[in-house]
DNA sequence: GAAAAAAATTAACAAATGATAAAAAATGAA
DNA sequence: TTCATTTTTTATCATTTGTTAATTTTTTTC
């Protein structure tokens, strides 16, 4: 997915203000298990996915792996991006990638000079705030299968593309917890 | 909780925006147990918390609380406000409440019309999504126990005005469960 | 302050999920 | 292809959390 279409994706932008993120903005590739952000740290870059799929996760005993992004999704450290403090995520690619970066301290700027991108910036806030408030409501009151058969739903081509003890954490079980519900489905 | 401490404590404003976002908002108050806000209708307000205690939730077979706002809190339809779609909450003042109350739509012409406004809507929408993923994240590896040691140490004050019932359904247990967790810390 | 109502606790048993270990299946490298 | 490695499944038992019902405590109302 191109920026152009990226950026109108989170938000429809004026063709200028779109010229002036695009402007910011250098591309680059990694492959399969590199490491793009390492927690503790203050990253100053986001990234947005041209190809490939990613996973953040936080490490304690085990990792626990809270989101992935694919084509057209925004790579962020939020407490980096928002508080200017050391993140608490580490992003692994799980596909080879290709990726667009733009420096934090650049959108900054943006932000401030220019009334569209800053709506634009709300804009990417609040749906990242419903899309994750929805998983904490359905954490809530859906048990493990229920949540597994939702992501099923909306995100098909998940189940291919990562593994399940990836998935497992995602939905908040063990590996041989999601193995034991598979099998309970067929 | 006045609002102009309201508004800057959610992020930092020039004098003039501060008093064009002032000059949109109005007092009122409600009685403990009003409902604020109901499930299933597009909202067309936001409100500041001057005073109370209220709290969001989605009605399933059970009620699943998912919020608590006091002083200095802004009570949101996410849906409303940001996709103008029917919410999934209803909000319920759990004490009598003095709220500021703010038109969507009058929000939403200054969202376009000053880029500092702009950017403090960013930064709260910021602010509540670290908030939100954190609570999914203490969600996904911490068990009921810790999940309450960790509400009671960082809202102490939620305990004193909150009846048990509704913290339970907060940390995503039941009540029973609850009552279990705490005679254990004794 | 007494009676009624609501909230919180306790107990007993059921169901869901975790932990560990072993086996089977899939994937990747030589 | 074949061997080694990684991933997934299966099985067993332990722990956590849920369900229901009864009891106690607290709050509200008259």
Redesign the interface.
Same mark, same amino acid.
Do not use: W
């Given at each position: 997915m191109d920026i152009s279409k990226i950026l109108d994706y989170i938000h429809q932008l004026p063709e200028q203000s779109k010229l002036a993120l695009q402007n910011n903005v250098t591309e680059i590739a990694f492959a399969k298990g590199h490491i793009l952000l390492k927690a503790n740290k203050v990253e100053s870059n986001i990234y947005f996915i041209k190809k490939g799929l990613v996973r953040a996760y936080?490490e @304690?005993d085990?990792e626990?792996t809270?989101w992935f992004g694919k084509e057209g999704e925004t790579i962020i450290s939020? $407490?980096s +991006?928002? &508080?200017d403090q050391p993140g +608490?995520e580490t992003i692994e690619l799980l596909e080879d990638c290709e990726l667009y970066e733009l420096k934090t301290e650049n959108l900054r700027k943006l932000? *401030? &000079?220019?009334?569209h991108i800053? *709506?634009w910036? @709300? %804009?990417f806030? #609040? %749906? #990242? !705030? =419903?899309k994750? &408030? &929805? @998983? !904490? =409501?359905s $954490?809530?009151?859906k048990n493990a299968s229920e949540r597994y058969l939702e992501l099923m739903k909306d995100h098909p081509e998940l189940l291919q593309r990562v593994q399940l003890g990836h998935i497992a954490?995602y939905l908040?079980i063990t590996q041989v917890s999601l193995s034991r519900i598979r099998a309970e489905l067929k």
């Open positions: 936080v @304690r085990n626990v809270f939020m $407490k +991006y928002v &508080e +608490y932000f *401030n &000079e220019d009334v800053a *709506n910036g @709300r %804009k806030a #609040e %749906k #990242e !705030l =419903i994750t &408030e &929805e @998983r !904490l =409501i $954490k809530q009151f954490s908040g």
